[in-house]
């Protein structure tokens, strides 16, 4: 009964992820596909706390759907007309697409199968405790340098935003003083 | 409540990153804080920070240490590399000094990113863990992303910023993908840990052999080996040419050196992974010498040329992963040092022998450059004559040592091809050398006067092929004993 109630939860929360991925990939409508996916990121959030990553679960739902999804909302509201109309979209190079698709999917499979998996001796029957906390600890302790080096790369991030995104000033600047100079 | 018990923290062993990241971030706020800092005293700042971290990184020879709960490993091999990759940044910053009063760049980001950009090599080199290796991995990419951008008035420049990102991103996601599989397999991501779990069980699991292949695809984008070399002319061509030049020599250093680490660090060497895994690499090898030699004979723009040659450059570096042996990982640290200096120099000399909005992009450009300005032209056949292999320069002993190390491995066929896509490869680098000495020039090129910091960064990288070429054996040595205490 508990096993049931177990594959009932999973293949749920995996249809979920699996039908609503597909139709933002194949939906014409570019608001409809982006709302799509907002089950897509619930769905793996729901997956994560099932499989007893509450904490990566959690940074989903704050990270994806209240960061990322938003701002892509936001990004195809200001460029496309929202009246409902469909984007022209194109797919390229079908046929080699699905070919990789048949290759890479018959090259997953029989490896999942194969795979001899190294499964948790006593999982399922021990009640999940939070995983907050060991990650706190382990990022100020253990994995304190790759915290560190992450904090450097969102530095990094910003000022590439900055850069990219801005005008150019100072070329203005000396534009103005290259013309007084040739004055 | 459980205590936290702080691990020790041996910043000593990670001196060159932290003095590097300290100039960057001076810079950044100097370059805020400061009304109108002088472009020079930038410049000044950044090279500064480049020697104290490579005079830091030269008092760590002698440690072999594994820091910071086994994610850092300093060893000689790590200290080697961090030098090379500092003298490369140091030589890219005093090229960017005098390309960026050409065009205006916004400079203190520019050489904080660029510095960044260095910090992410200097975390791969030393890194004994896939989570540090991925994130210095990152570090590299992102940066580069943007200075690949910076020329914002030309399409190119952000046409191969946006090429060189969605690829990036791409190849980063393959790396993600293959460390989880590897995660999911050994649950743990040090590398060490991995090797001394490969020793013991999981032999030829199907889903380690994905994960090993996935990291090698993803390094293989990072790297421009083919197939997965598309990206490389067009980013080449667009970027910044000192930033083209950081990508050309550093950022590929940093892929091989990632790749080093990855499937040396486990010494899988006895593992039948390991046999997948040569002969992976033994055919990407051939495919990408092929491919870049070929591609690179019909180019006509130098910087394409340059990023074809520079693939197949890829592909005799690679050769030093099919042999497996200490010979082949001597011969792929002592060629991309003598690659570093020739291809920074190459490019030195196409920033030299142009000016604003009107830069020698075509080969034939570079027609009746002797004439006009001899020293450039010394120079720059200089650079392609070490790029082909020419004795008395660096890139002779290297190649040399390189298909050397192949021999000796027994891998003859392999050998074989990359002498023979060598002799290929005179044709394309001798037709500029022809064009400059042979050619009267089609059309007039206004000189700018060589400044300062070019003519620096011109002799410094001449005078690395050079001592590379004739006494080998300073470097040589160094590298020999750094490896064997691996």
Redesign the interface.
Known sequence: MDALLHSLVFYILAFIVLGSAAYTAFSANLVRAAFSLLFTFFGLAGLYIYLGADFVGISQVIIYVGGILVLLLFGVMFTTNVSGQGTEKQTLQMKWGILFLVVLFLLLIPIAFITPWSVMPDAGSKALESSVSPIGVGLLTKYLLPFEIASLLLLIALIGAVVIARGEPKVRAEAAKEDTSAL | MTS????E?SFSL?APELIL?TAAIVI?LVDLYVKNVERINITLLALIGIVLAFFSAGTLYGASELA??W??IRDDMSVVIDQIFLIGAALIVLMSHHYSERY?F?YG?YI??LL?ST?GML?ISASA?L??LF??V??VS??L??LT??E?KSLLSGEASLKYLLLGAFSSAFMVYGIAFIFG?C?TTNLISIGSLLSEDFIG???LI?GFALLLVGLGFKIALAPFHMWAPDVYQGAPTPITAWIAAGSKLAGFIALVRVFSLPDISFHPLARTWVEGIWWLSLLTMIIGNAGALVQKDIKRMLAYSSIAHGGYLSMAFVSHNDVGLQALLFYLAAYLFMTIGAFAVVIAAGRHGEERRRISDFAGLAKRRPFLAAMMSLFLLSLAGMPPTAGFIGKVWLFGSAIQAQYYGLAIVGILTTLFSFYYYLRVIVYMYMRDEEKEFEAEPLSVSLTLALSLSALGVLILGVFPNTLMKVITNSVIVL
């Open positions: 936290i018990q702080i691990p923290l990670i990241c950044l910071f709960s994610l850092i205006h916004p980001e904080v990113l960044f910090l975390i863990d989570i540090t994130l210095g990152e570090l992102i940066t992303f943007v951008g910076f914002k397999m649950r699991s199907p889903l994905l």
